[in-house]
């Protein structure tokens, strides 16, 4: 557990060592907002909570995720520094948590400097503040749901454009794994109990719920259980291919 | 002590490495040549636990490396082929972040990064980061990570590529510094390197081990092997020469450098031919400027053996 912490803090100060975490903090910051105030009707709506703004969290996610995990892995190898990492004596499990909550932490960062918009909705009115909460750890969870599938994804290439492409088509799989486009790929020729149980796997399903301000255990779970396949996933594709 | 038995490793159908057994005991500075990929590398990074073995085994320090990974890497510094670092690190940073990963802590911590960065020079670079900093400094920042934690193993592939000559004469004194309690293994293509600091040579070509000896010893392999080369002050007297010493029934052959006039005897296998030489120059009175019992040639042996 030592190592987890050292290659974590080490991870994190490497994304302020470039442009990369500033500009993606700007991006999110002002996309978030847009979509808030343009898309979401903000105003118009007249009711004091901040379901316009995680709505889009989602669709956000979608792009601004996978460009911050791309790097995670396929860059490591590009440059050969896996090979360095690798011969720690660190094992390989503590360098793909350590490396996936780097990611984790910066996009929580970067969630919780959202905060204006929840000063301002209590400004206006007076807000279920347990739900807003609820739904910032939905939020939290639907971001670690993405960086965990980008994570096996930046695993699996040494090429940050095919890890970013990957990262982006999964996870949009994965967020409307409970819709028609996704299901009617599978109801042509799978058993009605595959279709149900890929409609189950969706992200949204389960956001949904959560910033509802539902926290249900399985929703929780799931999560949970899917952060965990795919690193273990991760750490499967960087046993297997590490040399190559 | 290092101990590989039948090490193998295939990738596909080529067979990167095939069958490689040897022992290194601490004191010995073991140099892996070969040409480029011949398996040198493949070899390393087995040794180090990032390559996974076909079969065979590989044992650091009485740990397997692979069954006890994490002890087996706690006892080797590793340099990898061309020195990857974090490019967007400082010196610093990145020497502090290797220095907690292989658990140094508190004094003991403090005082091997400053040994290191005092060895390898790197004070002068230390708040740069090192995407900035020449091949050279990477290099010895690559070299101060594997040895910032003192391990008993050190496994340096190519140490003294792209550095300069005097750069390269310092990382040999480094090696030769601390290779009397160490065991180190390290590879490289320049002869002359071997000469300089191992004290035993392992020639690997095509993934199998084809010569393993002192430098010493792989010099008395070639056809130099106590072989006199001399340079006449009188390029007239060359013909002559020339035919005299090959006339000498200890001298197999003889060759006359077309670029510098310089006529060198081969010896029959076991013969020494010095003397007869020396003599014979006295006898027909001609005029040296310079003569020289060679003790082999490694260039040579190491075409003769991989070629």
Redesign the interface.
């Known amino acids: 557990m030592?190592?987890v912490g050292?290659?974590m803090r080490?991870e994190l100060?490497?994304y302020f060592?470039?442009p990369l975490a500033y500009v993606f903090i700007l991006i999110f910051l002002v996309l978030a907002n847009a979509f808030t105030f343009y898309l979401g009707g903000f105003y118009e709506r007249g009711q004091a909570d901040l379901d316009p703004f995680f709505s889009f969290h989602p669709w956000l996610y979608l792009f601004l995720i996978p460009a911050i995990s791309m790097k995670l892995w396929a860059e490591e190898r590009k440059?050969?520094?896996?090979?360095?990492l690798?011969?720690?004596?660190?094992?390989l499990a503590d360098a793909v948590l350590g490396k996936f909550l780097a990611a984790w932490i910066f996009t929580a960062l970067a969630l919780a400097l959202t905060f204006p918009l929840w000063i301002t909705v209590n400004f206006l009115g007076s807000p279920d503040n347990g739900a807003i909460l609820a739904a910032y750890l939905g939020s939290l969870l639907l971001a670690g749901g993405f960086l965990s599938i980008g994570s096996c994804m930046s695993a699996m290439t040494r090429n940050q454009v095919v890890a970013f492409i990957l990262g982006v088509v999964v996870c949009f799989v994965f967020l409307l794994a409970g819709f028609p486009l996704v299901l009617d790929l599978f109801r042509a020729w799978a058993p009605q109990a595959l279709t149900d149980a890929i409609a189950s796997l969706s992200f949204l399903t389960h956001y949904e719920s959560i910033v509802k301000g539902v926290i249900d255990v399985r929703d929780l779970l799931y999560f949970a259980m899917l952060i965990s396949f795919f690193l273990l996933a991760t750490g499967i594709a960087l046993e297997l291919r590490?040399?190559d | 002590m290092i101990k590989t038995e039948h090490l193998t490793k295939h990738y596909d159908s080529l067979a990167a490495v095939e069958d490689v057994t040897f022992q290194v005991g601490p004191g010995e500075v073991l140099g892996f040549l070969g040409p480029n990929g011949a398996g040198k590398t493949t070899t390393m990074r087995m040794l180090a636990g990032f390559v996974t073995p076909t079969s065979g085994s590989a044992n650091v320090c009485g740990y397997d490396v692979e069954a006890e990974p994490l002890s087996a890497k706690a006892s080797i510094g590793y340099l990898p082929e061309g020195a990857p670092l974090y490019g967007e690190m400082t010196v610093r940073r990145f020497l502090a972040f290797i220095a907690d990963l292989r658990g140094l802590e508190g004094t003991r911590r403090e005082q091997r990064l400053a040994h290191v960065i005092e060895h390898l020079q790197l004070s002068s670079v230390l708040e740069q980061t090192i995407e900035t900093l020449s091949k050279g400094f990477r290099r010895r920042v690559g070299l101060a990570q594997a040895i910032v934690h003192d391990p008993p193993v050190l496994i340096l592939d190519e140490p003294t590529d792209g550095l300069d000559p005097n750069q390269k004469h310092e990382v040999r004194a480094l090696i030769n510094d601390m290779a009397r309690d160490k065991i180190i293994v390290i590879s490289t293509h320049i002869l002359e390197e071997v000469d300089a600091v191992c004290t035993r040579a392992i020639i690997i070509s095509r993934g199998r081990i084809v010569a393993d000896d002192s430098p010493a010893g792989l010099a008395t392999r070639s056809r130099y092997h106590n072989a006199v080369s001399m340079q006449l002050e009188q390029p007239a007297q060359l013909a002559a020469a020339r035919a005299a010493v090959a006339a000498l029934p200890e001298v197999a052959a003889v060759e006359v450098s077309e670029r510098d006039g310089r006529l060198t005897a081969l010896p029959r296998s076991g013969a020494t031919i010095l003397p007869a030489l020396s003599e014979l120059a006295a006898r027909q009175g001609l005029k040296l400027k310079e003569l020289h019992l060679e003790s082999g040639r490694l260039d040579e042996v190491f075409r003769t053996i991989t070629g």
């Open positions: 030592r190592t050292i290659i080490r100060a490497s060592a470039t440059s050969g520094s896996i090979e360095l690798m011969t720690m004596p660190v094992s590490k040399a």
